[in-house]
């Protein structure tokens, strides 16, 4: 089951698989040797680093977000927020400790173009009328 605040990167260092957890939003990682419970959590990821896959980014970009500076986009990326999906699905203390000041607006407005993203999306269904 997909943790979505959470994300984790194998990497291999000295002969021995590491990995990397980090709470979307936070600086904090904790990087150590890989268990057999880590690999039992994040299979996919596992399976992926073990394939010599990247992951893909898959979102709307940071830019896109009303009110977002450059600055503010970098700074996200360095605490793990990649897309504005993942700032629209911060919880408070995250948002609050990634954002800084202005972070409700910001994830608001965040939230507001995933919205509207995903009505793009969606294709709206005409019903014939039946004679």
């Known amino acids: 089951m997909a943790e979505p605040n959470i994300r984790a990167r194998f ?19 904790v990087i150590r040797k890989a268990k057999p419970e880590d690999i039992s959590r994040f299979p996919e990821v596992f399976e992926a680093y073990r394939g010599g896959k990247k992951e893909e980014v898959v979102g709307t970009p940071l830019e896109d977000i009303p009110g ?3 600055s503010r986009a ?9 897309v504005a999906e993942e ?27 995933v919205e509207l993203a995903q009505l793009k999306d969606k294709k709206p269904t005409r019903r014939r009328k039946s004679s």
């Open 68 to 70: 977002m500076s450059p």
């Open 11 to 29: 990497f291999e260092s000295n002969g021995f698989d590491h990995i990397e957890i980090r709470i979307v939003g936070s600086p904090d990682t």
């Open 74 to 82: 970098v700074s996200l990326r360095l605490k793990g927020v990649r």
């Open 87 to 113: 700032v629209a699905a911060l919880d408070d203390a995250p948002a609050k400790a990634a954002i800084g000041m202005g972070w409700l607006d910001l994830r608001k407005a965040a939230q507001n173009v």
